[in-house]
């Protein structure tokens, strides 16, 4: 196929790209650019959204030519991810600008119950605080221009580190790699790293409630004083067993496979 040189692009999120090719204008899109030109669906678009197919239709000079259509191929580590999302107690909730019928024919496939379809980019942000207005604490995973004000509005922001700049900027958490296992990874860093927070305030709690009453002189009246070079040298001890304890952390083997394994094979 000989593909003409195309001049004069824009983009119109939602809606769908234009371009002017050999003096024409061309424009290509889904649902939105059709309501705009007042048209249906070509004859074959019928069955591709029984198919669970993405649909787009080419518009030359506002006259259909013809249509696309396209479908998601979904990784097996996205079942691996959902699925281990769901064992630790995670509701996963699917929001994409998608059509209703392929958006359920994905969420279907990976096991995803609870699905926001036909959402616009500027009003991912509010289905996040909708979640988060029924008492849900949200994580929203994205990489593209569109996640970003979800991404702000989330209680963690997650974003894919081969993302665009803005869903980065947008983002608490940045994924090292585009592995949907890798939020496991995150959670388990997260759980790792807060009991170890607690453990030692715990020991930072009880060493202290007994060194400091000692260096106080409490027991002084029975004869027993401790000299300030020994409460020094346990106030320093204190800090390296806290320090040598959060090292600890570094055992972890984030590997986005071997943390959801271990949830699997639970």
């Known amino acids: 196929i000989r593909v003409p040189a195309a001049a004069r692009f824009t983009s119109s999120p939602a809606v769908g790209v234009t371009a002017?090719?050999?003096?024409?204008?061309?424009?290509?899109?889904?649902?939105?650019?059709?309501?705009?030109?007042?048209?249906?669906?070509?004859?074959?678009?019928?069955?591709?959204?029984?198919?669970?197919?993405?649909?787009?239709?080419?518009?030359?000079?506002?006259?259909?030519?013809?249509?696309?259509?396209?479908?998601?191929?979904?990784?097996?580590?996205?079942?691996?991810?959902?699925?281990?999302?769901?064992?630790?107690?995670?509701?996963?909730?699917?929001?994409?600008?998608?059509?209703?019928?392929?958006?359920?024919?994905?969420?279907?496939?990976?096991?995803?119950?609870?699905?926001?379809?036909?959402?616009?980019?500027?009003?991912?942000?509010?289905?996040v605080a909708e979640l988060q207005g029924e008492g849900k604490k949200v994580a929203m995973v994205g990489d593209g221009v569109n996640d970003a004000p979800a991404l702000a509005r989330a209680d963690v922001g997650i974003a894919i580190g081969a993302g665009t700049d803005v869903a980065i900027a947008s983002a608490g958490v940045i994924l090292a790699s585009s592995d949907p296992r890798s939020v496991l990874s995150v959670i388990e860093l997260s759980r790792a790293s807060y009991r170890k927070m607690t453990q030692n305030l715990w020991w930072a709690a009880g060493y202290n409630l007994i060194s400091v009453p000692l260096a106080a002189g409490v027991l002084a009246p029975i004869g027993f004083v401790l000299p300030m070079s020994v409460g020094a040298i346990l106030m320093s001890l204190s800090t390296i067993v806290v320090a040598l304890n959060a090292q600890l952390l570094r055992r972890l083997d984030l590997a986005p496979e071997r943390s959801a394994r271990a949830v699997l094979d639970r």
């Open 20 to 127: 002017r090719v050999e003096g024409r204008e061309v424009r290509v899109g889904g649902p939105r650019l059709l309501d705009e030109l007042g048209a249906s669906d070509i004859a074959a678009a019928e069955a591709w959204h029984a198919q669970g197919s993405i649909v787009l239709h080419v518009v030359r000079d506002d006259a259909i030519v013809g249509g696309l259509a396209l479908a998601d191929e979904i990784r097996p580590e996205s079942r691996e991810a959902v699925e281990a999302l769901h064992r630790l107690g995670v509701e996963v909730v699917m929001i994409t600008g998608d059509a209703e019928a392929v958006a359920r024919s994905v969420a279907e496939a990976l096991g995803i119950r609870r699905v926001f379809a036909g959402v616009r980019p500027e009003d991912k942000a509010a289905k």
